[in-house]
């Protein structure tokens, strides 16, 4: 298959927690605390940016490492992309009789396993392809998504969440910070490694353009 010229365009963040702040996921006070911490951290910048190339085959990262089989996850956003702007029927065609009841084609969205599919192939291919860390697992109906290894020690666990949506992807990225720095205080607890976590969200603009923003978290 054919590669079709994509552009991502990339946002980077390390947010450094000290020990003490890695046990705030332990209660609902403490998680609010953290929540309004990580957003502060968010607002202050500067953050790296650039806008890369991808030259890959779409579906083959998307099989490469998504959770679930999406063989036509690329050309479900294709139709979406299409079509939304056309008046509201249902993909085969089918028009409501009630004109009150006919929806936006907008609304017409691909299935949740397709739209996340997407975003985990885009995240493996940036772990692997731009920070060229070493694919390690993806791991199967438990967090996180994908795990990586920056040789020789470092053990890189990956949440991604993916989206169709505009606005702004920093309260997704709060969210899945949360979740992660649970997951790495536990981790600690089973096996010694250092481990980073990265906070990942992905959002469709266009069929060939895309927004990839990678929070690292890391203990010092």
Known sequence: MKA??????VRQKLVQLARSQMGWTRDEFTKVLLREWLQQQLRAGPDSKSGL???SVLQDEIDA???RRAKGAVANLLGYFADR???GRTVGGRAAVSAPLLYRKDRLLPSASDIA???EGLAG???EQVEGLRFEVRPFLVSPDLIFRNPPSTYVLAEVKTTLETG???GELVSTSISLI???TKTQLIRKYCYLGYAISVRAVAPDRFELYRLALEEV
């Open 125 to 127: 291919w940036y772990l």
């Open 168 to 170: 702004s992807l920093e």
């Open 4 to 9: 079709t010229p994509i552009t991502v365009d």
């Open 85 to 87: 702007g056309l008046a």
């Open 182 to 184: 649970d997951l790495m």
């Open 117 to 119: 599919a997407i975003g």
């Open 53 to 55: 190339p991808f030259t």
């Open 65 to 67: 490492f998504a959770e």
